[in-house]
Each structure stands twice: as structure tokens, then as C-alpha cells.
């Protein structure tokens, strides 16, 4: 039995002060901020795709498990 396809995803980071320009924001579904506690105000770029990438990978089933 072919194992189901979770749907095709493309995440855009914006800039951290900026977000993303106004036409790339109209042309998603969804628009997502990460929460910040205490005196933070914004995360590493590379940290914060980490982040994204791995709670889409958790939504999407991922046990963490290597092959």
C-alpha cells in the first residue's frame, strides 16, 4: 500500500524586524510568529528555521527515529 503524502509546504523566514514584504505575506496561507518570553524580541534566523522546520516535521508525524 503506497504510503500517503503529507501536502508540499514552503516556509518563508522574514527579516526579524521587518517580517516579510507585503505581497509574499497576501500570497500565503498561513502567517506564523514564534512566541518570545521575557526580554527576547527576536531569535537567530537559522535558530528560528530550526524551530519551523521541526514543528512541521512533528505536525506531519515525524517520531524523531533514524532509519
Same mark, same amino acid.
Given at each position: 500500500? +503506497?504510503?500517503? &503524502?503529507? +501536502? &508540499? ?11 516579510? +514584504? ?12 514564534? +512566541?518570545? %518570553?521575557? %526580554? ?13 522546520? #521541526?514543528?512541521?516535521? %512533528? &505536525? %506531519?508525524? #515525524?517520531?524523531?527515529? &533514524?532509519?
Amino acid at each position: 500500500m +503506497p504510503i500517503a &503524502r503529507a +501536502p &508540499r509546504a514552503i516556509i518563508l523566514m522574514g527579516n526579524e524586524q521587518s517580517g516579510l +514584504p507585503a505581497h509574499m505575506e497576501e500570497a500565503c496561507d498561513a502567517l506564523v510568529k514564534l +512566541p518570545m %518570553r521575557g %526580554r527576547a524580541d527576536s531569535l537567530n534566523l537559522a535558530i528560528a528555521t530550526g524551530v519551523m522546520l #521541526y514543528d512541521l516535521w %512533528r &505536525r %506531519r508525524g #515525524y517520531d524523531g527515529a &533514524r532509519a
